[in-house]
């Protein structure tokens, strides 16, 4: 690819970075470690953060659709949230005649604005601490009496909540089980499309840019929440208005400085923080390990027709990349441990512990016992799932063998059995056969070579030997009905789907004989017999232990202070802007510009082309109010904000509470944080606020968006 070096955007920072921050964590806002964040340079309290009495930053911080996060910024209830978090909703009202994923989508005024059946976003309207009420009488009982106390002492605290008719409460556990937390939450039903920019904006730099700095990406789309004339939450109607927030967030385009405060306020999906070393240690050296030796398999044997093969290219863009997504986040999951000392951290911190409260050693010894009693069955999961789900072919058997034992078992009915064709037909649609016979013949050898034989089927060894696999599995592939190649009484599954199901007797009985479901049955038997059962036994028994451990640690270590691990609830994440020094000699800026986004461009490239009004705007640097120090407007900037999977969209925010960016990535290096954050090497990636404008602004005038916004300058 003819792009310049992308290390132009960098800058040269000392050897040796000084930390002020020694934390990381997903803080529940009404626990918030307000002290080191007044230290690192927070000017507010934290009451305007989260406030449930009275107006306040929570009130303007969402859930968007269930997943990723959204913020509203303007009275009138416009939402910003990332492009790849509305990118499916954009593409439902993208057609031919109205191509909005290439072209973009701005709404000239409201009455533009397109509607959203099913989108939701979701707000927290307080947070309790139900601890005592869920552990009541739980005391002296064993692990199963104990649940079972927990479970029925949910329903009580639960239906103790008095909720408006647009409430609902979810309880979560905290600390592996130690504490437990009610959620308020109200949903809101009518969001409309406001706008987007085209994709070679919002995606730029896709597949080959993902997880990496610098970034030059404006990931960013717009909505509106919609209520009834009370401002209450109501499905869609035409006579609804704009909803009125209690709070939203001013939009700062002052410039930003290296170590400026920052925090994220979000949704963050999972991480695991207080595993003991011996966890860390397997995901480090076994289980990552063998996730991303599989993936790499099936990515070089698609990469290799892809780069002779057009329509291959296009056809396996999207899952090319989606197979790619977590194999590079694996492999910098990996690096960020070793390089951070993650093991041994943990296990120097254990023994402080144990010093500290020798009745924590016993519990450690028994993890370490189960966590190496569980390793190979752990192995054998990660390689098994991994070859299941990249190897296309024998995915597919396994859809059929499930339609098989459903079929047989008197659970098809015509509604069941016409979602199993659209999702076969779903898969079939970017599915080349012969393309996938190549990859399931070295996932095979790779599974035979890897995998002990008594977790294998009987004479799998056979498959060890990877090129009489291509013949072997070619053969089969040519005759077989699953992979549209074969054919039953002259339909194609790829082509005519209801004529293939058009006598599930006569199917099944094909499909009995198919020695690509013999194979997938074997395999699956197999695992089900070997290892699930086992790897299930030893996990719940390491569950009870880690909750021991969890409660040991909070009690031992007085000075320091816990979060709980992300579980989709909301949250607050804090660091400083800051670029990073990730290998020796290599250093990085905090701030990528508009010019790096024009080194990077290749004209009609997939990724890394960018719209000719964005090159003009470029050309002729008309900026207007965006342009940094630097004359260049802003694009990306990086921080130590402790972020994973569900804060994307999360709004960015400067000592103030003014919005300043919005999160959508990491750099690779870090993501070990979701094990082990270290703030030396953990860095998230935000669309720069003033980019965001100038595109709306400039790009895209609209114009009449700015207007609602309050603009700090």
Request: aromatic share 10%; charged share 25%; net charge neutral.
């Amino acid at each position: 690819m003819n792009r310049k070096n992308i290390l132009l955007a960098a800058i040269l920072l000392p050897a040796v970075m000084a930390f002020a921050q020694q934390y990381g964590g997903m803080w529940i806002p009404t626990e918030l470690n307000e002290k080191e964040m007044k230290d690192l340079g927070m000017k507010i309290s934290a009451k305007q953060i989260f406030d449930s009495s009275k107006p306040s930053i929570k009130d303007a911080v969402v859930q968007f659709n269930g997943g990723c996060t959204a913020e509203i910024i303007s009275p009138q209830g416009l939402l910003l949230t990332n492009h790849h978090c509305g990118y499916g909703i954009i593409q439902k009202h993208s057609s031919v005649e109205h191509d909005y994923l290439s072209d973009g989508f701005w709404a000239k005024d409201m009455n533009g604005e397109l509607p959203n059946p099913g989108v939701t976003v979701d707000f927290i309207a307080d947070i309790k601490e139900v601890t005592g009420q869920v552990l009541a009488g739980t005391q002296n009982l064993d692990d199963k009496a104990s649940q079972a106390m927990i479970d029925k002492n949910l329903e009580t605290v639960k239906a103790g909540f008095k909720l408006e008719p647009w409430q609902k409460v979810i309880i979560k556990p905290m600390y592996y089980g130690n504490k437990y937390y009610a959620f308020i939450i109200e949903t809101y039903k009518d969001i409309r499309l406001v706008g987007a920019p085209p994709s070679s904006i919002g995606k730029f730099g896709s597949d080959t840019d993902n997880w990496v700095w610098p970034r030059h990406t404006g990931d960013f789309s717009m909505f509106r929440i919609y209520a009834d004339k009370d401002n209450k939450p109501a499905e869609y109607s035409k006579d609804n208005i704009p909803y009125k927030p209690k709070y939203f967030l001013p939009i700062s385009i002052i410039d930003k400085k290296e170590n400026d405060f920052t925090f994220v306020f979000g949704f963050p999906g999972r991480t695991t923080e207080y595993l003991p070393a011996i966890a860390v240690e397997k995901v480090m050296t076994e289980t990552d390990p063998a996730m991303i030796e599989v993936r790499e398999v099936a990515l070089k044997t698609l990469n290799e027709k892809m780069r002779t093969n057009a329509e291959t290219r296009i056809k396996y863009a999207s899952k090319y990349a989606s197979v790619a997504n977590y194999w590079k986040k694996w492999i910098g999951e990996v690096e960020g441990l070793k390089k951070s000392d993650a093991v041994g951290k943990k296990k120097k911190y254990e023994q402080t512990l144990i010093a500290k409260n020798p009745t924590i050693k016993p519990t450690i010894d028994q993890l370490n016992n189960l966590y190496n009693e569980q390793s190979p069955y752990s192995l054998n999961r990660s390689y098994y799932s991994e070859v299941m789900r990249n190897a296309e072919t024998l995915s597919l058997a396994n859809q059929y063998l499930n339609f098989m034992q459903s079929y047989e078992a008197g659970k098809i009915n015509d509604q069941t059995l016409t979602a199993f064709k659209n999702r076969l037909s779903g898969i079939y649609k970017d599915y080349d056969g012969e393309l996938d016979a190549k990859v399931t013949a070295q996932l095979l050898a790779l599974y035979a070579d890897k995998t002990p034989a008594k977790f294998l089927p009987s004479n799998f060894n056979e498959l060890k030997d990877v090129n009489k696999n291509i013949a072997t599995v070619e053969n089969w592939s040519k005759k077989s009905v699953i992979t549209g190649r074969g054919s039953l009484n002259g339909a194609n599954a790829t082509k005519d789907i209801d004529k293939v199901f058009a006598n599930p007797a006569e199917l099944i009985k094909n499909l009995k004989n198919d020695p690509i479901i013999q194979l997938t049955s074997a395999m699956k038997e197999t695992y089900m017999t070997t290892t699930d059962a086992k790897y299930l036994e030893l996990q719940a028994q390491i569950d009870v232990l880690q909750k021991k451990f969890m409660a040991q640690q909070m009690e031992t270590d007085k000075n320091r202070k816990f979060f709980p691990d992300a579980n989709s609830t909301l949250r607050v994440t804090y660091g400083q802007v800051k670029g990073s020094n990730p290998r020796d000699a290599v250093s990085y800026g905090y701030q990528t510009h508009l010019e790096g986004a024009m080194e990077k461009y290749v004209p009609g490239d997939y990724e890394f082309d960018v719209p000719k009004k964005l090159v003009n705007l470029y050309d002729a640097k008309d900026y207007g109010i965006y342009k940094d120090k630097t004359g260049d407007v802003p694009v990306n900037f990086t921080a130590t904000n402790h972020t994973t999977g569900g804060n994307s969209g999360s709004p960015a925010l400067d000592a103030k509470g003014n919005l300043i960016g919005l999160n959508f990535d990491r750099q690779w290096e870090g993501t070990m944080s979701d094990i082990n954050f270290d703030p030396r090497f953990s860095r998230n990636i935000m669309v720069d606020t003033k980019y965001i404008l100038f595109i709306v602004d400039k790009y895209a005038d609209a114009k009449w968006l700015l207007n609602e916004m309050k603009i700090v300058k």
